[in-house]
Every structure is written in C-alpha cells, then in structure tokens.
C-alpha cells in the first residue's frame, strides 16, 4: 500500500477519494493507484515528499464525489535503465506546451517522448493531460508482449495520441512529437518523429539528425508517422530539445537577432565531456541561457537525453 504523510493539512480537509482509501492521524492509505491522483501519490518521486492540501489541488480538481480529475499532467518520475540513463532538464514558467514524458513499458523496454502542444498552457492543459494518459495507457498496451514488431507499435502509439488529441480539442491543434522506445538489453532505439525538432544521436562515428518522419500530430485524423530504427553503441547518446529552445534569440553584438539554432545545441553535443543524462540537458540550457543573455523566458526550453553506460 501506498502512504501519504499531510504535514499541513489533516486528512478530514481533502475531499472523500476513491473507495478502499483510509486515514490513520494524518496519513493517508490507497490500496492501488485507481485514479491519477493515486499515481501522484504512489509515484517514486514523492513517496518522501510529505504534500499540502494545497499541493494536491495544484494538480487536481474534484468533482464533488469519489473522482479526481488531473488538471496538469502527473509529473514524470523517469525509470531506472539497466545500462543508460535518462534524464529531462526544463526552464522557465511552463507558459507554452512543452511536455516530456517516460514510462516503462515492458520488462526490456522503456518510453520516451517529448511533445510541444501549439498554445499557451493555461488553453492546453486538457490535450497536455490527454496526451499523456495516451502515451502510458496505449504503450503499456502495445509494447508490453515480448516478442512485438516495434515499429508497427510505434505508429500506431502515435495513430492513437493523433486521435485523441483531435478528439480532445473538437478539431485540429498541432502537436509535433518525438516519441521512442528504448530496448535496453539489445541497445537500439525505435522511433518516430512527428514534425518536432530532429534528434541528435552522438555515437563514435559522430553526430546524426533523426529528423521528421512525418506530420505534427493533432492535424489529419488518418495521418501516420513512418518509425525508424538506429543502434545504440556503448556511450552513445540521444539528445532532445524543444522548439523553444532552438528559436531563442540572442542579446549582445554577436548574437544579437540570431536564433541559437540546431546547430549550435549539435556544437554543444560534439564538444560535452562524457556526462550523466542530466548533467548533458542542463550544460544545454545553459549554453542557451548565455546566448541570450539570461533575459526572462517568453517560451518554454526543455531538453531530455538519453545516453548508453554499458
């Protein structure tokens, strides 16, 4: 069972949860994570976090009986890789549709995504939330059996978050995405790469763009992304960033007016030391931090890597 410490505010000021909930003092007991507030609260990343009330309303809303509704996407606790690491490094005030994502999906293989939802968060939250719910839902689905062909299951991962996403805002509504599945006893990489930002893959032999395979999502109801697959060597690494991150614009008399570009984050990949996954997103984001002068974010910034240790 999970257990839940209230250090703010006892248990009798939340609202009445799911059946099989219990409240011992100021703890709270669910007996398996029946609603997306429950995987909030079983999640690795606060099983040490005692939350507030107020906490927990900053992510969820309640109806009045037994349901939370999620109102921001479940924050993202990365898996443990055998062999690679993995990690997300995000600026700013989340102000625009940057979302990243990873689940584990079956007992060798792991999901990665990184989405840009078009608009500004405080409109796109519901296809943020219904994005996600997809992205764990359908791949658990798909990519759970052993003996799959991962890319039919990557194009169809990608099938069902289109269709959600343009049954979710009663239209169209642009979401380009990077999403892949990670093998990790035999080190390769599926994936697909609709309309986002090209992926950078670092290996001995140099750098290579794992460019677009197909349209944003959310804009044609039958329209598919191709998935491709590429190896892994030892120490190789897959880096992600956002469209935010690459159209920002530089201050000063050499950058002023220029966006800093795939090509200088490409510049940063070749000339970074061996790093962990999170310590290669963050010397990212500061590289862009300097370019720009360190000026207040207009845009969200969001890198995420992965990288082969063994």
């Not at 219990?22 to 709270?28: F, R």
């Not at 003996?147 to 991962?157: G, H, P």
Request: aromatic share 6%; glycine share 8%; proline share 5%.
């Amino acid at each position: 069972m999970s257990r839940l410490g209230l250090r703010e505010q006892r248990h009798r000021s939340l609202p009445r949860l799911r059946k099989g909930w219990t409240a011992h003092g100021d703890v709270l007991t669910c007996p398996r994570p029946t609603c997306a507030l429950a995987q909030l609260l079983t999640s690795d990343f606060h099983a040490s976090l005692p939350l507030s009330l107020e906490s927990v309303r900053s992510f969820f809303k309640f109806n009045g009986s037994d349901t939370a509704v999620a109102v921001e996407p479940t924050p993202t606790v990365f898996p443990d890789i055998d062999g690679a690491d993995v990690a997300a490094v995000f600026a700013g005030n989340r102000v625009a549709g940057d979302f990243y994502d990873s689940v584990r999906v079956s007992p060798e293989r792991v999901l990665i995504g990184l989405l840009d939802v078009a608009g500004r968060r405080e409109a796109n939250r519901k296809l943020l939330i219904t994005a996600q719910e997809t992205f764990r839902d359908s791949g658990r689905e798909l990519f759970s059996a052993p003996d799959i062909n991962e890319s039919d299951a990557m194009i169809e991962l990608n099938v069902r978050i289109n269709r959600r996403l343009i049954e979710a805002s009663n239209g169209v509504h642009s979401c380009p995405a990077f999403t892949a599945c990670y093998h990790e006893k035999l080190g390769t990489l599926c994936y697909c790469n609709a309309g986002h930002t090209p992926g950078l893959l670092r290996d001995s032999t140099g750098i290579v763009e794992l460019g677009s395979t197909g349209l944003p999502l959310g804009l044609f109801s039958h329209a598919t992304s191709d998935a491709r697959m590429v190896g892994m060597e030892k120490s190789a690494a897959l880096l992600l960033v956002s469209q935010g991150l690459v159209s920002c614009e530089g201050v000063g008399r050499e950058n002023g007016g220029n966006e800093f570009g795939l090509e200088k984050v490409r510049k940063v990949l070749q000339n970074a030391p061996s790093l962990s996954a999170k310590a290669l997103c963050s010397l990212v984001l500061s590289s862009v931090a300097d370019f720009s002068g360190h000026v207040p974010l207009c845009d969200d910034r969001t890198a995420l890597a992965l990288i082969r240790t063994r």
